[in-house]
């Protein structure tokens, strides 16, 4: 067994111990605190990370919940855990968790702008993803808006939530002078793009930036140089998906006139 499947074992059964302690049957959310994750540890014995937050940052974005958890969800529902305060957390049933982007979507081509030696030096992450949406402004092409890069990693703490950190945030205005907010996460490899954070996304904004027009922003990377792109709403307290595009950096050689021409007699693709 390797190392990262030691610390996924350890905290499984971490996570498992706390939720079975706490939960009674047909509870839909499940309350605890970081203090558990010290106090259960001690119990059965095991090693903690020196930073406590891997745990739950692992299962909501990197690795599903135990099967024994996920075994109580109701068809239709899945568990996922959440903030609700400072070092406080619940595990709660929700119709979706997972945000997957939708492999029968057309690929929209974009000339590659990426300078050359960014490319060629950058890596195949998060930082690397965020880098190809600024210099390709695909945040522009994507919302109808010019954006700018306001900040990096921007981390500060919400009420009812607590601490939050977001990957970048865009400012922008469009044709009539509306002003907007775009809080943007970026997800490659393993990691997953999930719900909570969106929503956390969406009440940072709303909190810190309540003048302006929010508008949640998820990017992915896909195979073959494919960035998926996605808008989010908040709805009757629910994160919902409104806008969904795929964009493919290609040379501009190849972009054929065929495929502009295409592009140019669709009104809205997707």
Excluded at 202 to 231: P, T, W
Aim: with cysteine; hydrophobic share 35%.
């Amino acid at each position: 067994m390797t190392t990262a499947d030691n610390e996924l074992n350890r905290y499984s059964k971490l996570i498992e111990s706390i939720f079975f302690d706490k939960y009674n049957d047909g509870d839909q959310e499940v309350y605890f605190e970081r203090p558990d994750l010290i106090k259960k540890a001690e119990e059965l014995k095991i090693t903690l990370p020196l930073n406590l937050g891997d745990i739950i940052y692992s299962f909501k974005y990197r690795t599903s919940l135990p099967s024994s958890i996920i075994s109580l969800a109701s068809e239709g529902t899945e568990w996922i855990i959440k903030n609700v305060g400072r070092a406080k957390y619940v595990f709660k049933l929700v119709s979706h968790s997972r945000i997957i982007p939708d492999e029968m979507l057309v690929e929209i081509k974009i000339p590659d702008a990426t300078p050359g030696i960014v490319g060629k030096y950058a890596l195949n992450d998060e930082q690397a993803l965020l880098t190809k949406i600024r210099y390709n402004r695909l945040l522009d092409i994507f919302t109808g808006v010019t954006c700018y890069s306001l900040q990096n990693h921007l981390r500060t703490t919400v009420p009812e939530i607590g601490q939050v950190e977001t990957d970048e945030i865009y400012v922008g205005i469009d044709k009539n002078g509306k002003q907007y907010i775009f809080p943007v996460q970026a997800k490659s490899g393993s990691d997953k793009l999930g719900i909570v954070q969106i929503e956390q996304d969406i009440k940072l904004c709303e909190h810190k930036f309540s003048e302006l027009i929010v508008r949640a922003i998820a990017s992915q990377f896909m195979s073959d140089n494919v960035i998926a792109i996605f808008e989010f709403k908040l709805i009757d307290d629910e994160v919902k998906k409104i806008a969904e595009k795929h964009y493919k950096l290609v040379e501009y050689s190849d972009l054929s006139l065929d495929e502009i021409k295409t592009y140019n007699s669709i009104e809205n693709i997707n």
